[in-house]
């Protein structure tokens, strides 16, 4: 499993916790946001650059 930043893990704990999002779909999830967050980092735009 990829390291994602602070923020995203952030948002990840956020679903499970007020959405209670099952963990399959978290997993699918938190592969959904490692394949964004090395698509940012490609474009030397890392999530802390985002608003």
């Known amino acids: ?4 930043p602070e923020r995203a893990e952030q948002h990840l704990e ?7 999002m099952q963990t399959a ?3 699918e999830y938190r592969h959904d ?3 964004f ?5 490609g474009r030397q735009a ?3 650059r985002l608003p």
């Open 1 to 4: 499993m990829s390291l994602l």
């Open 14 to 20: 956020t679903k499970r916790v007020e959405r209670g």
């Open 25 to 27: 779909s978290l997993l």
């Open 33 to 35: 946001l490692a394949d």
């Open 37 to 41: 967050c090395r698509w940012l980092a």
């Open 46 to 48: 890392g999530p802390g």
